[in-house]
Each structure stands twice: as structure tokens, then as C-alpha cells.
């Protein structure tokens, strides 16, 4: 029988046995993304300070580029692939009873009823190399760690950055583990955050990584007042 393929994107791993895991991040390789695109200033120096007291706690921090990686167009694909899958699994409750569904959700539902063969194909080949690529870091270090979104948080009353869930969707894309941790307050008082992402299956992993650095930097859960 053949062993797990880390560059054929539909293969999964064997899951991990299950060690006691200390958290601390010593001698604990991990990589810092760099080269991100429209990151806020506060969001970069303020996980730029994170990053150095991992270092200070004892991690091995190694820089690891994604230059090429376009996330926003990596969370369209995989958008495409959701509004697809989702015309056709819900076809029938909505045919049933299309008034339970708002009408922005019809209209995604619509749009992915209707979308050509070759455009969805697409997507799914685009969403297959990111995990490729995502396996090809993890080889080079345990865990990655980036901002949680490239802003802080905005009011309700605002419109959704349009680049708001591009960094989450990353793991979510590539079937890894993930863990946001709080970076602190920005000049406003607004909350920022960094995350963990580890490999497939090291969800463990990565919140060992995400308790010890809580505790290493004690930084408050929430905004004060609240």
C-alpha cells in the first residue's frame, strides 16, 4: 500500500498518537509569514512584538514567505465551491420552502446552480495546489503564525473589509488546524489578533502554542469595560 503523498492534494495523513504536551514554545520551530500584503501598521508592529517574545520564550522563529499567494483569491475560490456545493445540497429545502432562505442566500445559491463546469473546476484545482503549498511550509516549521485579519476590529455599523476573512480562510482552505490568540488593543481601543496554524491533524498542537503564549504575554482577553 502507498504511503501518505504530501503532494497529491486529496491525500489526508495518518492522525498523530496523542503525547502530553507542554505548553511553552521552546525550541518550538516557528515560522513567521512575512511579506504580507495590506496589513494594517498597528496589526504588523504589534505582531511583529508577538514574534519576538515567542522569541524571547525560547521559540526557534524562521521567516517564510507566501510571496505569490494571493489570499483574497483563494477565499473567492473557495467561495465558488461553497455556493456550488450548496445549490445542490440544499436544493430541495429550498425548492420547498424558498421563503426560509434570505434572499442573499438565494441568490447564491442561484449563482451557484448556474455557474459553468470549467469555472468551478478551476476553483477546485487553485483550492488543491493551497494545500500543496500549505504541506510544503509545514515541512520547514511546526507551526506558522500571522495576523488573525489584516485590520482591526470595525464597527457594526461599517462595511465588512473586504479582506477581512482572507487570513482565516487560509487554514480553513488547506484543512489546517488554527487558534486566534489576542494582540492587544490598537491606538482606538479596538481589538487585534494573531493567529496560530499548524499542520493537518496538530490541532493540540496549536493550542498548546496559543495557551503558552497567553501566558507569556498576559494579554488581556477583552477591551477594557467590556
Same mark, same amino acid.
Given at each position: 500500500?502507498?504511503?501518505?503523498?504530501?503532494?497529491?492534494?486529496?491525500?489526508?495523513?495518518?492522525?498523530?498518537?496523542?503525547?502530553?504536551?507542554?505548553?511553552?514554545?521552546?525550541?518550538?520551530?516557528?515560522?513567521?509569514?512575512?511579506?504580507?500584503?495590506?496589513?494594517?501598521?498597528?496589526?504588523?508592529?504589534?505582531?511583529?512584538?508577538?514574534?519576538?517574545?515567542?522569541?524571547?520564550?525560547?521559540?526557534?522563529?524562521?521567516?517564510?514567505?507566501?510571496?505569490?499567494?494571493?489570499?483574497?483569491?483563494?477565499?473567492?475560490? *473557495?467561495?465558488?465551491?461553497?455556493?456550488?456545493? !450548496? =445549490? &445542490?445540497? @440544499?436544493?430541495?429545502?429550498?425548492?420547498?420552502? $424558498?421563503? #426560509?432562505?434570505?434572499?442573499?442566500?438565494?441568490?447564491?445559491?442561484?449563482?451557484?446552480?448556474?455557474?459553468?463546469?470549467?469555472?468551478?473546476?478551476?476553483?477546485?484545482?487553485?483550492?488543491?495546489?493551497?494545500?500543496?503549498?500549505?504541506?510544503?511550509?509545514?515541512?520547514?516549521?511546526?507551526?506558522?503564525?500571522?495576523?488573525?485579519?489584516?485590520?482591526?476590529?470595525?464597527?457594526?455599523?461599517?462595511?465588512?473589509?473586504?479582506?477581512?476573512?482572507?487570513?482565516?480562510?487560509? *487554514?480553513?482552505?488547506?484543512?489546517?488546524?488554527? !487558534? =486566534? &490568540?489576542? @494582540?492587544?488593543?490598537?491606538?482606538?481601543?479596538? $481589538?487585534? #489578533?494573531?493567529?496560530?496554524?499548524?499542520?493537518?491533524?496538530?490541532?493540540?498542537?496549536?493550542?498548546?502554542?496559543?495557551?503558552?503564549?497567553?501566558?507569556?504575554?498576559?494579554?488581556?482577553?477583552?477591551?477594557?469595560?467590556?
Amino acid at each position: 500500500m502507498a504511503a501518505f503523498d504530501a503532494d497529491w492534494p486529496y491525500a489526508r495523513p495518518v492522525p498523530k498518537p496523542f503525547k502530553p504536551l507542554k505548553t511553552d514554545v521552546k525550541n518550538r520551530v516557528i515560522g513567521r509569514v512575512v511579506g504580507l500584503e495590506n496589513v494594517d501598521p498597528e496589526i504588523a508592529a504589534a505582531s511583529e512584538q508577538a514574534v519576538k517574545s515567542l522569541k524571547r520564550a525560547g521559540a526557534k522563529i524562521k521567516d517564510v514567505s507566501l510571496a505569490g499567494f494571493d489570499f483574497g483569491r483563494l477565499r473567492r475560490r *473557495a467561495l465558488l465551491a461553497v455556493e456550488a456545493e !450548496a =445549490s &445542490v445540497e @440544499l436544493a430541495e429545502p429550498l425548492q420547498k420552502n $424558498p421563503e #426560509g432562505f434570505s434572499k442573499t442566500l438565494r441568490t447564491l445559491l442561484a449563482y451557484g446552480a448556474n455557474m459553468a463546469g470549467e469555472k468551478l473546476a478551476l476553483a477546485y484545482h487553485e483550492l488543491a495546489k493551497a494545500r500543496v503549498v500549505a504541506r510544503s511550509l509545514f515541512r520547514e516549521v511546526e507551526l506558522l503564525v500571522l495576523p488573525t485579519t489584516p485590520q482591526t476590529a470595525f464597527s457594526h455599523s461599517d462595511e465588512v473589509p473586504v479582506s477581512q476573512a482572507d487570513f482565516t480562510g487560509f *487554514a480553513n482552505i488547506v484543512g489546517a488546524p488554527a !487558534a =486566534s &490568540v489576542p @494582540l492587544g488593543l490598537s491606538k482606538a481601543g479596538l $481589538p487585534m #489578533g494573531l493567529q496560530f496554524v499548524g499542520p493537518e491533524w496538530a490541532d493540540a498542537e496549536v493550542l498548546a502554542a496559543a495557551v503558552a503564549y497567553e501566558r507569556i504575554t498576559g494579554v488581556a482577553l477583552r477591551p477594557p469595560g467590556v
